[in-house]
C-alpha cells in the first residue's frame, strides 16, 4: 500500500516538476461563471486535501497541486459530474487520504461508533447523576 | 561564555527541581515533624524559577546579537534579520521552545511557592513535590536530547534565517501565550495531585486552584484567538480555522481547561463534584503534554518519518506516560477515599454546570479522536484523513445541546430550582431561537449548521445578561461580569463563524492595470503594480482601490513576496475593514497577457470571530480580579476574626 501510494505520488509529480515554469491550469485560479456550479466546485474544493501541504484543503493553498486539482474539480463539476462522483474518482486516484470526509468503512467505522458510544456514555453518566441526587 | 552560562543555570535548575521533589515527598511522609525539611521547597523551586528565567534570558542574548558559534542561532537565525523577528526566532524552533516552556513552568512553580498559603501546608508541600516532578521530566528532556545551547566545532558564517512564515508579529506573542496557558495548568495538575496524595480535596483546594485555571484559561484563549486571526491574515486563503493538529493540540487543553474552571466554581461554592474537578485538573495538563507532543515530535509530518527519528518523539511519549499514567493511577487508588460530595437536583445551577461539563467532556474526546485517528491508522498503512466534513456536524451534536444549557444554566440557583420559576426566560430565549430560525431561513441558501450557529448565537447574546437582571448593577460581583461578558463573548464569537461561512463571497480573477471587478458590495480596481523590497525579501506590490457600495474608495496593497533566507514566496494580504466585515484582497502571479491574478473575498461580520474570542478573554480576567480581590477580603475577614477571638480568648 504504502509503495503503491509512494509511486502514485511520483508518477503525480514527475509532469508536475516540468510545469513548475508554465502557468497553472486555467481553472485552478478562476471561477466557474454559474455561481450554483462554483459553489458546488468551492464546497467539495474544502473537503480535499492538498497532497503536497501540511493539513491544507486545495481551496486553501498556493502550491501547483492544489492548483491542479482545483482546475479538475472545477471543469469536472462544469461538466455535469456530481460532487460525490469526483470525491470518488479521487479517492480512486489518490486513496482515502485525499478527501477530507471520512466515509464509514473497513479503517473509518470507529470514527463513527465513538461518537454514538460517547452520546450513551454521557447519557448514562448523567441519568445516573441526576437520578441519585434527585 | 554566554551560552555556557545559560546551560550551568539550567542544569542548576534541574538540580533544584530534584530537590524540591525531594524535601516535598519527604516532608510530605513526615507529616508535622518535617518542618525542618519543609522549610527547603519553598526556597528551591522560586530559586529554580530564577535560574530557568536566567537561562532563557541568555538564549535571547545569543539569538540579540546572532552568535553564529550557537548551532541553535546558526540554523534559526540571520544576521540581516529585524531585531524583533531575531528574537522571536529564539522560540521558533524544538529547542527554544521547549526551553521557554520549562522556563515558564518554573516561573509558575515558583509564583507558587511565594504566594499560596491558603491551602494545608502539608497539601502544599505534595503539591510543590508534584511539580518538580513534572518539571524534572522536561529538563531531563531538554538537556539529554534538545540542548539549546550547543555550539558548533566551528562557527557558521551566515545563519540558515526563519522561514519567512513565521517572520511575523503575530509569531513573536502566539506561543508564548499558548504554551503560559499550557504550562499554567501544569499548576491545576500539581493541585490536583498534591490534594489527592494528602486526601484534601475541599472547597479550599479548588479556591486556591481556580485562578491559575483562570489565568491559564485566558492564556489559551487569547493564544487560540490570535493564532486563529494569525492563520488568517497569513496563509492568504481567507480561512480561519483548518481543524489542523496544530491547531486542535490547543483547542484540547482550552475545552478541558473551561470544563475545570466550571467544575472548579462548583466545588469552590458548593462542596461537589470532587472527584471529577481532579479527573478535570489530571486531563487538562495531560491535554497540554499530548499538545506538545504532537506539535514537538515531528509525528505529524508522517508516522513514518516519526519512527525514523525516534528520539525525541519517544522521550515525550515516555513523559506523557509517566505523568498521565502515574496521576491516573493515583486517582484510581485514591478516587475512593474521595466523595462526590453536597447533592444537588437536576434543575440547578450545578445540573446545568454538570450537563455542560459532559458535553465539553465529549467534544474533547471528539477532538483527540479525530486529530489521532489518522495517525494511529498510519501506523498501519491506511493513510486517511479526518477534516472540518467530519468535525464541524460531529462536534456540533455535543456543542449545541452545550449551548442551549449554557443559555439557561446561570439563571438557575444552587442546589435545587425549577424551571417553573424561569418560564419568562425561557420562553424570551425559545422565541429568539425560533426568530432567529425563521429570519434567516426565509434569506435562504444558508447550510444547517451555520443557520443553527446564527439563531443560537442571537439568543445567547441577550439570555448572557439576563443574569444581571433583578440585580443591582453596582453592586454586582466583578466575577459575575466576568461570566457575563466571557459568555457574551462565546455568541459574538459564534455569530462571526456562522456568518463566515452563511454569507462570505469570493472573487478570483485576472485583470489588467485599470480594470475592475466585483466582489458582493464592493467595487474593486487595480490601479497599479510595483516592484517594491524590504530587509531581507522583494517584492511585487499591487495598489488596489477598494469602494464599498460606490463610496469613496479605499486603497489596500496586497503583496507577493519573495524571500531569500530561506528562499520561499508568500502572499501578503491586505484587510479592508468595517464595522460588518472584512474585504480580504491578495495579488497573486502575472497571467502572463499583462492580467493579474486577485484573489479577493467580502466576509460579512468576520471580526466578531476574534472579538468574541478577546471577550471571552476579557470576562476570564474580570473573573480573576474579582477572584483574586474577594480571596484577599475574605483573608483580611479571617485574620480580624481569629484576632477578634484571641482578644476575647485573653
Keep these: 500500500m504504502r509503495a503503491l501510494l509512494a509511486s502514485i505520488a511520483v508518477l503525480f509529480a514527475s509532469p508536475l516538476l516540468a510545469q513548475q515554469s508554465l502557468p497553472p491550469a486555467p481553472y485552478a485560479y478562476r471561477q466557474l461563471d454559474d455561481p450554483a456550479q462554483e459553489q458546488a466546485a468551492q464546497d467539495l474544493m474544502e473537503t480535499l486535501r492538498c497532497l503536497t501541504c501540511q493539513s491544507q484543503s486545495i481551496a486553501d493553498s498556493d502550491a501547483p497541486m492544489a492548483g491542479d486539482m482545483r482546475h479538475q474539480v472545477r471543469i469536472r463539476i462544469a461538466s455535469g459530474e456530481s460532487p460525490d462522483e469526483i470525491r470518488g474518482w479521487l479517492v480512486e486516484r489518490y486513496g482515502d487520504y485525499v478527501s477530507y470526509k471520512p466515509e464509514v468503512g473497513a479503517a473509518t467505522w470507529p470514527l463513527f461508533a465513538v461518537p454514538v458510544l460517547l452520546l450513551m456514555l454521557a447519557g448514562a453518566l448523567l441519568l445516573r447523576r441526576y437520578r441519585r441526587r434527585a | ?650
Design chain 2, 1 to 650: 561564555m554566554i551560552a555556557e552560562l545559560g546551560l550551568a543555570a539550567l542544569w542548576l535548575a534541574a538540580a533544584l527541581a530534584a530537590l524540591q521533589l525531594l524535601t516535598g515527598a519527604l516532608a510530605v511522609r513526615a507529616g508535622a515533624d518535617g518542618a525542618e525539611i519543609a522549610a527547603l521547597t519553598r526556597p528551591a523551586a522560586v530559586l529554580q524559577g530564577v535560574l530557568a528565567g536566567f537561562a532563557f534570558a541568555m538564549l535571547l542574548w545569543v539569538f540579540a546579537v546572532t552568535d553564529l558559534s550557537v548551532k541553535l542561532v546558526a540554523s534559526n537565525s540571520h544576521s540581516m534579520k529585524p531585531l524583533i523577528y531575531k528574537l522571536s526566532g529564539a522560540w521558533g524552533n524544538h529547542e527554544g521552545s521547549m526551553l521557554l516552556w520549562v522556563t515558564v513552568m518554573a516561573l509558575a512553580g515558583g509564583l507558587i511557592a511565594l504566594v499560596e498559603r491558603r491551602l494545608p501546608e502539608r497539601t502544599m508541600q505534595a503539591t510543590l513535590s508534584a511539580q518538580g516532578f513534572v518539571a524534572l521530566g522536561f529538563y531531563a528532556f531538554l538537556l539529554l536530547s534538545s540542548n539549546p545551547f550547543e555550539r558548533l566545532p566551528v562557527p557558521a558564517a551566515e545563519g540558515l534565517g526563519l522561514n519567512p512564515l513565521l517572520q511575523d508579529i503575530g509569531l513573536a506573542f502566539h506561543p508564548p501565550t499558548l504554551y503560559f496557558g499550557y504550562v499554567g495548568l501544569s499548576i491545576a495538575f500539581s493541585f490536583a495531585v498534591g490534594a489527592l496524595v494528602t486526601r484534601q480535596v475541599t472547597p479550599d483546594f479548588a479556591s486556591a486552584m481556580r485562578p491559575w485555571v483562570l489565568g491559564a484559561w485566558v492564556f489559551l484563549t487569547l493564544g487560540i484567538t490570535a493564532g486563529s486571526y494569525w492563520a488568517y491574515y497569513e496563509l492568504g486563503w481567507g480561512g480561519w480555522w483548518f481543524w489542523d493538529p496544530v491547531e486542535n493540540a490547543s483547542l484540547m487543553p482550552w475545552l478541558a481547561a473551561t470544563a475545570l474552571l466550571h467544575s472548579a466554581s462548583v466545588l469552590a461554592a458548593r462542596d461537589a463534584l470532587r472527584a471529577w474537578t481532579i479527573m478535570l485538573g489530571v486531563v487538562a495538563f495531560s491535554m497540554s503534554m499530548v499538545g506538545t507532543f504532537l506539535v514537538r515530535s515531528g509525528i505529524l509530518t508522517s508516522v513514518h518519518a516519526f519512527a525514523v527519528d525516534p528520539e525525541r518523539g519517544t522521550f515525550i511519549l515516555f513523559l506523557l506516560m509517566l505523568y498521565i499514567g502515574g496521576a491516573l493511577l493515583l486517582f484510581a487508588l485514591r478516587a475512593g477515599t474521595v466523595t462526590e460530595g453536597t447533592r444537588f437536583a437536576v434543575a440547578s445551577r450545578e445540573g446545568a454546570l454538570v450537563f455542560n461539563n459532559v458535553m465539553l467532556s465529549a467534544t474533547l474526546a471528539i477532538v483527540l479522536l479525530g486529530t489521532l485517528y489518522p495517525l494511529l491508522t498510519e501506523a498501519f498503512d491506511v493513510r486517511v484523513s479526518v477534516g472540518p466534513p467530519y468535525f464541524n456536524p460531529v462536534g456540533a451534536i455535543f456543542v449545541i445541546p452545550m449551548l442551549l444549557v449554557m443559555a439557561v444554566g446561570p439563571l438557575l440557583r444552587w442546589r435545587q430550582d425549577g424551571f417553573g420559576r424561569i418560564s419568562r426566560e425561557l420562553a424570551l430565549i425559545g422565541a429568539l431561537i425560533l426568530a432567529g430560525l425563521v429570519l434567516f431561513a426565509v434569506i435562504g441558501g444558508i447550510d444547517l449548521l451555520p443557520l443553527l450557529g446564527l439563531a443560537l448565537a442571537g439568543a445567547l447574546a441577550v439570555a448572557s445578561f439576563l443574569p444581571l437582571k433583578g440585580r443591582k448593577l453596582r453592586r454586582t460581583p466583578i466575577a459575575i461580569w466576568g461570566m457575563v461578558v466571557a459568555h457574551f463573548g462565546i455568541a459574538v464569537a459564534l455569530f462571526g463563524m456562522a456568518s463566515e461561512s452563511a454569507f462570505s463571497q469570493e472573487r478570483l480573477a485576472a485583470v489588467r492595470i485599470g480594470e475592475a471587478t466585483q466582489v458582493g458590495p464592493w467595487t474593486i480596481t487595480l490601479a497599479g503594480v510595483a516592484p517594491v523590497a524590504g530587509p531581507n525579501w522583494t517584492a511585487i506590490e499591487g495598489r488596489i482601490e477598494a469602494s464599498y457600495d460606490g463610496g469613496e474608495p479605499r486603497v489596500l496593497r496586497p503583496q507577493a513576496r519573495n524571500f531569500w533566507a530561506p528562499p520561499q514566496e508568500t502572499t501578503e494580504s491586505e484587510l479592508a475593514t468595517r464595522w460588518n466585515g472584512q474585504l480580504y484582497a491578495v495579488i497573486g502571479n502575472e497571467a502572463g497577457d499583462g492580467r493579474w491574478q486577485l484573489r479577493l473575498w467580502w466576509k460579512p461580520f468576520v471580526t466578531l470571530i476574534w472579538y468574541g474570542g478577546v471577550l471571552v478573554a476579557l470576562g476570564g480576567v474580570l473573573a480573576l480580579i474579582g477572584r483574586v480581590l474577594g480571596d484577599i477580603r475574605r483573608r483580611g475577614f479571617r485574620r480580624r476574626l481569629a484576632d477578634r477571638r484571641a482578644e476575647a480568648l485573653a
